[in-house]
């Protein structure tokens, strides 16, 4: 069951029905600079996450763990971001937990990518129940079992209600994040899917998360993507998804509503599909971008190293074009709407 | 004649083509709430009418009576109205006052939906040259036709206009209404039929109606509607209907001027075509909302229970998404336009 | 030769060709008031203009003369003028005063037309070199020659730089019209003849004209007719005019220009093109309307006065339907843009 | 190599595939004037550059040199440009400084408009790295090749980006510029070539450049021509390319953006391509306006003198309905955008 939902996610994810609405990303204009006073070689998109050197603001989207296809794609992300030197995220590691067998796909990304910071994941309704003890516990497992610098809890109500097997109990998260905060020794990265963060959400997770990741609108829509999961054998699901399939803060606007609300770094994502793209969302204040679906394109053709250096490429090219000569000068650099 | 008239309603309002202009609520987006704080089984969408419970707020819209179709829609509507507990208007009741044999169109609303609070219903032209007690006799049998809550008086100029055997007689209009709120044992709602009540008539409408729906523009059309009946007896009445086909307030531009300028509650409607639709409509400051041509559609096809489960469904599931426990919550969520 | 190019005039006026851009009366929005207070039959159109009482606020534009076809146009426009009680321009009357013969068909309109506001009329550049003695001869034949009412003057820039035999002579201008101002015994109206008047010129036209005409953008385009008469035997004045087929000042805005910049009263012309739009621009704050092209192909169909009564008809539909019981009511009606 | 290079941009430019994006010229409105005041033939262009008076304030733009084609190009380009008594820059010269034998295809320019004033070219990564002595030689050597009037600099950092054998060097570009207005004995221009000068830049050239050339998007766009060169031998570069098409300031924009931090003269250019669009450019402030692929393309035709006279016929249209008399009469006609 499991298995069959993770790649049906992994299919419908890939393929373009499931990539809907506008990340508002296009209305977003850097400045061009015609007197960038530096050699393109000059530019450096070097950067620190958690505490060690990455080669740019970028890191790897979660995505996937828990079958044998999962499996693969773990590890030709990993090799791919210990390649170039980016972090990465792992997909809910739940079924790592409950199933044994399942944690081979993850383990794969700690021997696949001993150095770059990796990202464990769990997901909001799923820990929403859990007493103290057993949240410490499977919070501790998903650390240890990828040798995680960082704990993502991954917040998809939107998800929940259009996914035929699906929990959407969001009741005492809040209580439960502000738990693990407390508890965890590593910090504690909280995230959407695609429908993105508000100001209302960015500003209760001040002293809650220690990074946010506004997972907005505009790319991989899991409202979609469940919609089309159940079409066969429960259409009145899929016609509701069909209703709200518009839902949700484009990424343009929820990066300027967390950086407006929340005092900690904050990761650009959904519909980030080039390093122009991430540069815009680094122009508007964000401190790290990311993306899935291409990357998950990318693995499933084994060219992953070859999708994350073109968006390095096109990031060091918008930054001399802006006359950036570090990562940071592009929030500087001229924007207009 | 009036038979004919009435079936004719009936099959172009159920038509497509009847259905035109842009009702404004796609241009006001409820902003994703990433944390609702509560399970999707925790969203209450009760409320209550007239000071009875419903189970939504929500109102099935003024429509037909007076003919054996209408006398099945009427008792489909009736049945759904009852069964998932939300109130019910009638169509114009004047064709049962002044034909006996029409009456029973009417009744089987009462016969079906005995305890769900019903709206009567009189056409304001038609009772702008009643005397006192003529009125009063109308109003008091158009009540007990179907044991109403509350009687509706609508507002159609421009359905008048157009209609063939139209009475665009509105002078006295006001100060009948003022009559009625003085005489009637019953709450008196004013609504339009589809192109919209002004900041301007709403702020007339203080002290006399105690209730009113806005009716705008953006569904079903009844210049349009007038115009296509007209069309071979009398072309020329069609193609004037034509150049006004665009006339009438936008129904989100309606709610937010009633509700700016009435103090009493407001029913949003007029293209509203899902619970999605009412939920931006609530969040807009609507106190409930109402629709016609779908459950006209459903009737038809003897669906009107699934018809309305589904609009309670998507109301409920717009509520998780912004975090609205109870339905008043809703204004308080934020929103874009 | 002025005869081929009248008749040129006539009919690539009448297709739709050389209609284009738009008058942004589209955009312009009167209120539905779904509280009319008043019955159809109450609404009175009627008004004055130069002192007689006419039926609505309406003029027939200024069109035609000096040929056969031009002779029967105006014979028809007038007996329909004199039969709907509403006044009229004729076309420039040049060819009227050079050529005895071509009197005639300015003379019809006269015959037809005994007792309606007649609107004599010349062209800027022919009079701009004009000695006093000769102008004012010019202006009491052309004022006799149809018993006008009022004198209009038409300045037409575009027109003539694109005309193959164009006099494009505005120099003196003013000082000719302040000449005719002093010396004339009927008002002096100064008009436009399809691209605008500005609110700078209108100032100027202060203290000069009595009435002006905006005669703005959005209906027929002299720069395309010129252009489209040039294209065989001077194609480059055809390709230049392409460049230019946008030119002018749509006639929403030129009425609000004009409105706010000259003191006296104000018709609106340009793409007109019904009793709606001619309600919108009363509206917006013209004083009345007028329309030519619509009326051109009525003549030529010898259908004028059904054309008149529907633009009557729907100026009633537009009053009624937002509580107009008279013709100035409708500057106050609301409007949203 | 180099001969290719520049026979390929030559043959790319003249091709509509390099022509995209928006000069948002279109935005920009020049209010019609019904009065002008003044007969076409009062309308006078003439105006003065460089000290010298030229017939309209027009120059050729910045193409070519080093080909034979070029040569014929750049022969046709100078006749026309004496023949009407206007000034034209030339193409980049550094291949005629390298190469002696490319030098007679700059020196046909000398040869065929002896009188008018004449713009050496180079570009800013070619001087970037050259050490005071050599580059006061080369600066030297471009002007006296032409008997330039003035020389010109152009910024073009993203089509090195693009180009496959690109030169993205701009450290040391603004002390370069420095030491070449200390020493040089005519003006320095600085220019960018279809990506625009924000103001930012602009105001990094006050005390700098004499002049400045905006070279606004809208019209030729380097960045699509260099991808299109690159597409079959390297592919990636040509994606690269298409990511970055959009990137640019806007014509109308970029003369806004200089005019308003740079204290002298500003020259127009990308994407004018008639007189109404340097009309408009004008208006909004600009000293002279300058166009390069309309040129091009005439010149392969050999139809120059017609095209610039074309040209000037719009402009003076332009002046003559708006009521400007002299070409800085065109900055106080109202506009709207
Ligand atoms: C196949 C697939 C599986 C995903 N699974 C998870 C998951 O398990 N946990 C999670 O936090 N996000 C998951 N996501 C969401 C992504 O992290 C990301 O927020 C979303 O896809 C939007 O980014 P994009 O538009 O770049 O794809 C998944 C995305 C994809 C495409
Ligand atoms: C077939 C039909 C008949 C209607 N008859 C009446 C009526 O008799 N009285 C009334 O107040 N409104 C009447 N209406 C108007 C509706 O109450 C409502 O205001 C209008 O249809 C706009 O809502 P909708 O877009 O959801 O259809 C009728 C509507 C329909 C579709
Ligand atoms: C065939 C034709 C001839 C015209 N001749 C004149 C004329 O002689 N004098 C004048 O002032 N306007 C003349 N006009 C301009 C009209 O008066 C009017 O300003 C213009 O047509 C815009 O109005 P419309 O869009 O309703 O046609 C003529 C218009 C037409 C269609
Ligand atoms: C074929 C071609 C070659 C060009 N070469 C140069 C050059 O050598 N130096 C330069 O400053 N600009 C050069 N340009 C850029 C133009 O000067 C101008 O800035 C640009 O083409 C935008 O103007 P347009 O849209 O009118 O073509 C060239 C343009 C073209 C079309």
């Known amino acids: 069951m499991i298995d069959k939902r993770k790649n049906d996610h992994i299919f419908l994810a890939a393929s373009p029905e499931s990539q809907i609405g506008d990340s508002w990303l296009d209305e977003v204009v850097l400045v061009h600079r015609a007197l960038p006073e530096l050699d393109l070689d000059d530019v450096d998109t070097r950067t620190t996450f958690l505490g060690r050197e990455i080669s740019m603001p970028f890191i ?15 590890a030709r992300l990993a090799k791919a971001a210990e390649e170039l030197g980016v972090p990465m995220y792992v997909g809910s590691q ?28 769990l997901g909001a309704p799923q820990i929403s129940r859990l007493p103290d003890d057993q949240l410490l516990r499977w919070a501790e497992e998903a650390v240890n079992m990828i040798d995680a610098a960082a704990l993502a809890v991954h917040l998809n109500p939107a998800q929940e209600v259009f996914q035929p097997e699906g929990e959407p109990y969001f009741k005492n998260v809040l209580d439960r994040l502000r738990f693990l905060k407390r508890s965890l020794r590593v910090p504690l990265i909280v995230k959407e899917v695609g429908n993105g ?12 998360a220690d990074i946010i990741d506004v ?5 991989t829509s899991f409202v979609v993507i469940e919609g089309l999961r159940a079409k066969e054998a429960r259409p009145e699901l899929y016609e509701l998804a069909q209703e709200f399939k518009g839902w949700g803060i484009p990424t343009a606007a929820a990066i300027c509503e967390a950086k407006a609300a929340f005092k900690g770094p904050v990761i650009a994502s959904g519909g980030i599909r ?16 990311s993306a ?15 999708a994350i250096s073109r968006m390095l490429k096109e990031l060091r090219i918008a930054m001399f074009l802006t006359g950036a000569a570090k990562v940071q000068d592009l929030r500087k650099a001229p924007k207009v709407f």
């Open 60 to 74: 790897i989207g979660a995505m996937t763990g828990g079958t044998e296809l999962a499996e693969k794609i773990n």
């Open 292 to 306: 899935s679906q291409p990357l998950l394109k990318a693995a499933l053709d084994d060219k992953v190293a070859q």
């Open 215 to 219: 997972a907005g609108a505009g790319g």
């Open 274 to 289: 080039n390093g122009l793209d991430g540069a815009k969302a680094l122009g508007l204040g964000a401190d790290y971008f």
């Open 197 to 208: 963060i508000s100001k209302e959400v960015a500003g209760l997770l001040n002293g809650v």
């Open 94 to 121: 739940r079924v790592g937990i409950v199933k044994p067998e399942a944690r081979r796909s993850f383990e794969v990304v700690k021997a696949n990518a001993p150095t770059v910071p990796k990202i464990a994941n």
